[in-house]
C-alpha cells in the first residue's frame, strides 16, 4: 500500500519520472525539427503552424480526462491510494493542456478567420470540458478530508468522462458554425504536414506522461513526509 | 425498493410540513421571470417569443439549484446522512428516493412558471400541454439526477452554495440543449424532434445509472 | 455458532496525510460488551465506524458474522447510536422510528414503535416534533431508533456525552438490560469506571494501535486507568 520510504533517489516512480523526461526530450526535439522543416500552407501562412501544437495538445487533454475518470472509477473499486494520485496528477495536467488548446484556438482562427471565437463545435466542447477539470479540481480542494475528497471527486470524474461526448452532441445539435477544417484523414493533409502532425501527437502524448509521472510522483512525496512528521510525534 | 419509497415518503412529508423549499423556489423563479422581461430588449411578450424557451429552462435550472441545495442541508442537522447511510440495501434506492422526491418538487414549481412565462410571453400552451410536460418531464428527470448527487457532494465541501451549480451546470448542458430544442419546436408547432428527445433520453439514463451506483461512495463518511 | 461474530485483523485506516487506525485486530464474540477506551484520536470512533460500515477500511478485514463489514448484509447486523442523533427535527418522534423502520424493512413498524416509545419511556412524547426534545429525550429516541430492526450488535458511541447525572445512570441500567437480553456491545466511552463495570472485555486504544486489551477477570476500573495512562503517554 505504501511506497518505500527509504531514500527517494532510487524511487521507482522517480526513475519513471528520469526516464519518460528523457523519452519528452527527444521527441520534443524530432517534432521541433519537424515542424520547422514543414512547408508553410500556401493559403494560411505561418500561424498554420500553430495547429502542430493546438491538435497534439487536445488529445493530450481529452486522453487526461480519460485517465481521470478511469483511475477515479479503479480507486472506487480497489481502494487503492495510487489511483488516486494518478486521477489527481493527471486533472492537473490535463487542464494545463486543455488551456493551452483554448488559447491555441482563437489565436489560430483570428488569423485565418478574423474572429477570436465562434462557438465552433470541437472547441466548445473543450471548453465545456475545461469547466469540469476546474469543478474537478475545485471539488478537490473544498473537500475536508483527503479520503473523502478522493471518492468524491472519483464519482465526478466518472460523470464528467460520460459529459463529453453528451457534450458533443449537444453541441451539434445546435449546429452551429463550424471553423474547424473537417479533415483530419491523411488524404487531405498537404504533402510534409503528416509528419510533424505525428510528431507533435507523440510528443503531447509524451509530454503528459512525463507531466503525469512527475505531478504524481509529488503529490506521493508529499504525503509521506506529511505522514512521517505526524508519526514522528507533533 | 422500500427504502426508495421510504426516503420518498419522507422527504415529500417534510417538505408538505414546512413547504419552505417549494414556496423559494416559487417565488425566484416568478422574480427571474419579471427580470428576464427587464433584461430583454423590448421587453417579454409575443415579438420575444423565440427567447421563452430557453429563457424557461435557465428559470427552471436556478430553481432546481436552489431546491437541490436544500435537499441535504436538512439531512446535516443530527447527521441524518449517516442515518441514511446505515440502510441495510443498496445505498443507490436513497438517492432514488431523493432524486424522484426532488423531480416531484421542481415539477410543481415548473408547472406554476410554465404558466407564468405564459402569461408574460402571451403563449398558448393548451394545445401542447401535454407534449410540454413530457419535455419538461424528461429534462427535469436529467437535472435532478446529477443534481441530487451533486447536492450530497457540495453539502459537505466548503462553500456548499457555491458547489453546487460549479459541478452542476457544464454537465447540464446536453439536458439543456436536448430540452430547450424540444420546447421551442413545441411552442412553435412542431413536434418535438427525435434528436432532440433521443439526446434527453440518453443522458437521463446514463447520468441516474451512474449516480444510482456512484451514491454508495459518496454515502460513506 | 461459537467463534468470534466480529473479527478484525490488521485494521488500518489512512489516506494521504491522515493515519487513523495503524493495524488493529478485533475479536468479539455473540453476547459479549466490548468497551473501546482511549485518548482523543487515538481510532476508537473510526473503529466503530468502519464496524458500522460508514468507514472504509484502507486495509485489514472485518468481519461481522461472516460479512465484510461495510457490506448491506453486515450493515443489518448492527445498530449505532452516536453522539449525533439522526433524527429528523420537524418529523415527530414516531415518525421518526416509523421511517427508520421502513428503511430496515421491518415488518409492521407501527407496533415495534410503540413497543420501543415505551421501553424508552417516551410514549407520551411520541406526537411531538423530535426538534422539541431535550438532549437526555433525544438520546432515548436515539436508542429506539438503533433498535427499530433488532439487531444482533450496538454500536454505542460515547453515548454518556451531554447528558446529566440521572440520564447518564438510565441509561446505564437500559445497557445492562440490553445486554441481559443478549446483545453484543461495543462501547466507545471517556469513562472508564463505567466501562470496567459494563464491559466483558476493553480495548485501549491509542494513536491507531491497540496498545492493551483486557479481558474478564482482568477487567477492573484499576487495571483500565493504568492501561489508558499508558495509552496516553504513548500518544503524547
Not at chain 1, 528520469?18 to 505561418?46: C, E, F, K
Not at chain 1, 487542464?95 to 483554448?102: E, K, T
Not at chain 3, 446505564?172 to 466501562?195: E, K, N, P, S
Amino acid at each position: 500500500m505504501h511506497g518505500s520510504r527509504g531514500s527517494f533517489s532510487g524511487h521507482p516512480s522517480t526513475r519513471a519520472v528520469a526516464r519518460s523526461g528523457a523519452l519528452l526530450a527527444l521527441l520534443a526535439a524530432g517534432w521541433l525539427a519537424s515542424v520547422l522543416g514543414a512547408p508553410q500552407d500556401s493559403v494560411q501562412g505561418v500561424v498554420q503552424k500553430i495547429l502542430y501544437v493546438h491538435v497534439p495538445c487536445a488529445f493530450a487533454a481529452y486522453l487526461g480526462f480519460l485517465v481521470t475518470g478511469v483511475s477515479g472509477a479503479l480507486y472506487l473499486w480497489r481502494g487503492e491510494a495510487r489511483f488516486d494520485r494518478v486521477a489527481a496528477a493527471s486533472a492537473e495536467v490535463g487542464l494545463l493542456f486543455c488551456s493551452l488548446v483554448i488559447v491555441t484556438g482563437p489565436i489560430w482562427a483570428k488569423a485565418t478567420w478574423g474572429h477570436w471565437w465562434a462557438w465552433d463545435p470541437r472547441l466548445t466542447v473543450t471548453l465545456l470540458q475545461w469547466f469540469i477539470y476546474l469543478a474537478y479540481l475545485l471539488l478537490r480542494s473544498f473537500t475536508e478530508g483527503d479520503e473523502r475528497a478522493a471518492r468524491f471527486a472519483a464519482v465526478y470524474g466518472l460523470l464528467g468522462v460520460f459529459a463529453i461526448p453528451l457534450n458533443y452532441f449537444a453541441i451539434e445539435l445546435f449546429g452551429s458554425a463550424a471553423m474547424h477544417p473537417e479533415n483530419l484523414q491523411r488524404g487531405s493533409l498537404g504533402a510534409g504536414m503528416g509528419l510533424p502532425f505525428l510528431a507533435g501527437v507523440l510528443t503531447a502524448l509524451a509530454a503528459y506522461l512525463h507531466l503525469l509521472l512527475l505531478r504524481a510522483d509529488s503529490i506521493e512525496r508529499r504525503n509521506a513526509l506529511q505522514e512521517l512528521l505526524e508519526a514522528r510525534g507533533s | 425498493m422500500r427504502v426508495l419509497l421510504a426516503v420518498l415518503w419522507k422527504d415529500l412529508l417534510s417538505e408538505w410540513r414546512s413547504r419552505d423549499r417549494v414556496v423559494a423556489m416559487l417565488i425566484f423563479s416568478l422574480l427571474v421571470a419579471v427580470v428576464f422581461h427587464f433584461s430583454l430588449p423590448g421587453g417579454a411578450g409575443a415579438r420575444s417569443q423565440a427567447q421563452a424557451p430557453g429563457l424557461l429552462w435557465i428559470a427552471y435550472i436556478f430553481a432546481a439549484v436552489l431546491g437541490l441545495n436544500r435537499a441535504f442541508s436538512v439531512e446535516l442537522e443530527n447527521d441524518a446522512l449517516s442515518g441514511l447511510a446505515l440502510v441495510p440495501v443498496d445505498r443507490g434506492y436513497v438517492f432514488l428516493g431523493k432524486a424522484l422526491a426532488n423531480t416531484a418538487i421542481l415539477g410543481v414549481v415548473q408547472a406554476v412558471t410554465a404558466v407564468v412565462f405564459a402569461l408574460f410571453f402571451q403563449l398558448d400552451l393548451l394545445p401542447i400541454a401535454l407534449p410540454l410536460a413530457g419535455v419538461v418531464a424528461l429534462g427535469s428527470l436529467g437535472v435532478t439526477a446529477a443534481g441530487t448527487l451533486f447536492a450530497a457532494v457540495a453539502v459537505r465541501t466548503r462553500f456548499r452554495e457555491v458547489m453546487l451549480p460549479l459541478l452542476l451546470l457544464p454537465l447540464l448542458v446536453p439536458v439543456l440543449a436536448g430540452a430547450v430544442r424540444a420546447t421551442a419546436a413545441l411552442l412553435q408547432g412542431d413536434s418535438a424532434p427525435w434528436d432532440a428527445l433521443q439526446l434527453l433520453i440518453v443522458t437521463d439514463a446514463i447520468y441516474w445509472i451512474v449516480s444510482f451506483l456512484g451514491f454508495e461512495y459518496v454515502l460513506d463518511e | 455458532m461459537s467463534g468470534a461474530l466480529i473479527r478484525g485483523r490488521g485494521l488500518e485506516k489512512r489516506f494521504g496525510r491522515s493515519v487513523a487506525l495503524r493495524g488493529v485486530d478485533l475479536d468479539v464474540r455473540a453476547g459479549e460488551a466490548l468497551a473501546v477506551v482511549g485518548p482523543n484520536g487515538a481510532g476508537k470512533s473510526t473503529l466503530l465506524r468502519m464496524l458500522a460500515g460508514l468507514v472504509r477500511p484502507s486495509a485489514g478485514t472485518l468481519l461481522l458474522g461472516g460479512i465484510p463489514a461495510g457490506r448491506p448484509g453486515a450493515r443489518a447486523q448492527i445498530g449505532l447510536v452516536a453522539h449525533a442523533t439522526f433524527l429528523y427535527p420537524q418529523l415527530t418522534a414516531r415518525e421518526n422510528l416509523l421511517f427508520a423502520g421502513r428503511l430496515h424493512g421491518v415488518a409492521q413498524p407501527e407496533a415495534r414503535a410503540a413497543r420501543l416509545l415505551e421501553e424508552e419511556g417516551l410514549a407520551d412524547a411520541a406526537g411531538r416534533a423530535a426538534g422539541s426534545f431535550s438532549r437526555g429525550m433525544a438520546q432515548r429516541l436515539s436508542i429506539a431508533r438503533a433498535l427499530m430492526h433488532d439487531p444482533p450488535v450496538l454500536l454505542l458511541d460515547e453515548p454518556f456525552t451531554g447528558l446529566d447525572r440521572r440520564a447518564g445512570d438510565s441509561l446505564c441500567a437500559r445497557i445492562r438490560a440490553l445486554r441481559a437480553a443478549g446483545r453484543t456491545f461495543l462501547l466507545v466511552t471517556h469513562d472508564l469506571a463505567q466501562a470496567a463495570a459494563l464491559a466483558d472485555a476493553a480495548l485501549v486504544l491509542a494513536s491507531g494501535l491497540c496498545v492493551r486489551e483486557l479481558r474478564g477477570a482482568e477487567l477492573g476500573a484499576a487495571a483500565l486507568e493504568q492501561a489508558y495512562a499508558l495509552a496516553a503517554g504513548t500518544a503524547r
